[in-house]
């Protein structure tokens, strides 16, 4: 490719609506360009990097055993209705009607299309197990897209639906995939990808892990441990406090607190500690409203996801009115309404003379103690972890938390899916049984924008050589001068030739301009062709990472840089582990 050719312009200005240094670089290289709001048109150059990621995945996929499939963007509703999330998933399911009247959906997840496609064919025990996988668009109108391709409302997902009769086996695959998925990571240059347990959250199932990019503009709160290899989504962290009491005993006290409906204005009236402190966060249930008030020490975070598991079903904040039987600003768990559904946190347990709200305005209890007041207390973790807190695996004080961006995810689903959609097999005693399901998703355009902002510098990408959108550019610095351009396009013909993917920048530019853009499109391997140079019968080869800026001779370039991208892929390879 020439880039007088390149479809797609590349300027200097940092847009202003990029917020992290992936997106902004990715503008301005073009790559993509923005159409509505989290949605992107790719150019060339990007598509040459997700078909790379794309053909790894497959490569991966195939090796285990995965069939390609494609299932349809547009779905009867009837499909989401027969697995119950027509109506359970949220706003980010885009439903409509066709000209008929007759309800669809927009594919943002295909597990309901997978049972389908493949619910006569596994009628019969002897055809498990199989998993089959798709590249799919997908739409999920997500509330708040940012950061280009990271988190978009339109994108391009590899999902795969695994089927078996038995926990064992989808245990065992299960274990396949992980390793694939290690693998992929790896070919595709991001081997610091770690795995967290995670929370499965609308997708279902028991067991689920994510694969996180750590990364300082990470959306994703990660869970580390600094004594094990404890790793953990903040959704699915364990909580464990430690077995002490804080406070001191005293009287129950309901006293005056005018205008204090914080934690932070009631303590300093009191004159208490925030860590004996009661705090209330409000909730109401998505299906009929009514009230679920979780409680947790004045210091800690309410946990929205282990609420809503606990819960059972969808939440949202709620939103109080002076009709309602709670107090806005002074709820607490003594004498609070039986109309509301109350959840007391762990962290509150061993508190003495605690500070809550008394259910009335403009009042707090002093003095609290939940056993003593409330009677039997049943404790339950929805609070978040906290920097410095116990590690679920060894005990210690020793959790850190980090930020990640999730490149993709893993799920033991189970039988959700086959059980409501009435998947069923026969097995070798004639017993009718739902297969056992496993789910496996990558975001394709996610992880090249991972990839960019993990690899880079303030003038472009660092692209891995096996997903760089071209593995070597040319720079002409004098296209008018015909030495220069005649050795430029035989180097150009000749990489060409022997497949080596190859960037060629004939304009008649200013070298600064044309530096800037080949830092843009990031190739890396770069070989200037100049005057100066081939006065001393040499080309300058140097690396996109600056790790390599040599001086290599006319009659010996073609062959040092074959050698030097196959260099490049061997050290990507080295790191990519085996299947065991």
């Known amino acids: 490719m020439k880039v007088s050719k390149l479809v797609g312009l590349r300027f200097k200005e940092k847009p202003a609506d990029c917020v992290i240094d992936s997106h902004a670089l990715m503008v301005r290289g073009g790559y993509m360009k923005y159409v509505g709001n989290g949605i992107y048109s790719e150019f060339p150059t990007l598509r ?24 349809p963007v547009v779905m009867p509703a009837e499909l989401w209705e027969e697995s119950g999330r027509y109506e359970s998933v949220g706003n980010e399911l885009v439903r409509l009607k066709d ?3 007759s309800k669809l959906v927009l594919g943002m997840t295909h597990e309901e299309a997978s049972v389908q496609l493949v619910r006569e064919y596994g009628q019969s025990y002897n ?28 994108f391009t997902m590899k999902d795969a639906y695994s089927f078996h009769t038995s926990q064992e086996d989808l245990e065992k695959y299960y274990d396949v995939c992980y390793q694939a998925y290690n693998r992929i990571f790896q070919r595709v240059g991001v081997p610091e990808v770690v795995t967290v347990a995670s929370d499965s959250g609308m997708m279902g199932g028991n067991v689920s892990h994510e694969y996180m990019l750590l990364t300082p503009v990470g959306e994703d709160s990660i869970v580390t441990c600094t004594e094990c290899d404890y790793r ?18 005293s009287e129950l006290e309901c006293i005056e607190t005018p205008d204090c409906k914080t934690i932070e204005d009631v303590c300093k009236y009191l004159h208490s500690s925030v860590e004996t402190s009661c705090k209330a966060v409000v909730y109401q249930r998505n299906s009929d409203d009514t009230f679920v008030v979780a409680f947790v020490r004045g210091d800690y975070e309410v946990n929205e996801t282990k609420l809503r598991n606990i819960v059972g079903e969808p939440i949202h904040v709620a939103l109080i009115t002076a009709d309602d039987p709670l107090v806005a600003g002074y709820i607490g768990p003594y004498n609070i309404s039986k109309d509301v559904t109350v959840y007391i946190d762990s962290s509150l347990k061993g508190v003495e003379g605690m500070v ?9 209890y002093k003095g609290l103690n939940l056993e003593r007041d409330l009677g039997k207390v049943e404790y339950v973790d929805i609070a978040k972890i906290k920097e410095g807190g116990i590690c ?29 959609m009435n998947m069923t097999y026969t097995d070798e005693n004639g017993e009718t049984k739902n297969p056992i399901m496993g789910c496996y998703g990558i975001g394709v355009g996610r992880l090249a924008a991972s990839v960019c902002e993990a690899k880079h510098d303030e003038y472009g990408p660092i692209w891995p050589i096996s997903i760089a959108p071209w593995e070597v550019e040319v720079c002409c610095l004098r296209v008018d001068d015909d030495q220069t351009k005649e050795v430029a396009d035989k180097l150009y013909k000749d990489l060409q030739s022997a497949s080596v993917e190859t960037l060629y920048d004939d304009r008649d530019v200013r070298p600064g301009a044309m530096f800037s853009d080949a830092d843009l499109l990031g190739a890396p391997i770069r070989v200037v ?38 260099k490049m892929f061997a050290d990507i390879n080295a790191k990519v582990e085996p299947y065991k």
């Open 48 to 71: 040459r990097v997700t078909a790379k990621i794309e053909n790894i995945i497959r490569e991966e996929m195939n090796m285990i055993d995965g069939q390609e499939v494609l299932f």
């Open 99 to 101: 000209r008929n009247g």
């Open 127 to 154: 055809n498990y197990p199989f998993m089959i996988y798709q590249f799919q668009r997908k739409f999920r109108d997500e509330a708040r897209p940012r950061a280009g391709m990271i988190r978009v409302r339109e």
């Open 232 to 249: 953990a989504n903040m959704e699915a962290a364990e909580n464990i406090m430690p077995d002490e009491k804080i406070g001191e005993v």
């Open 356 to 364: 809550a709200g008394a259910n009335k305005e403009g009042c707090h």
């Open 392 to 420: 679920p695996c060894c005990k210690k004080h020793s959790i850190s938390i980090k930020r990640g961006i999730e490149v993709g995810n893993i799920f033991q689903l189970g039988t959700k899916y086959t059980k409501s």
């Open 529 to 566: 062709v100049s005057p100066r140079n081939l006065k001393e019968s040499c080309v300058e080869v140097t690396t996109r990472d600056k790790s390599v800026k040599e001086m290599i001779p006319v009659d010996e370039a073609f062959e040092y840089i074959k050698g030097l991208k196959e």
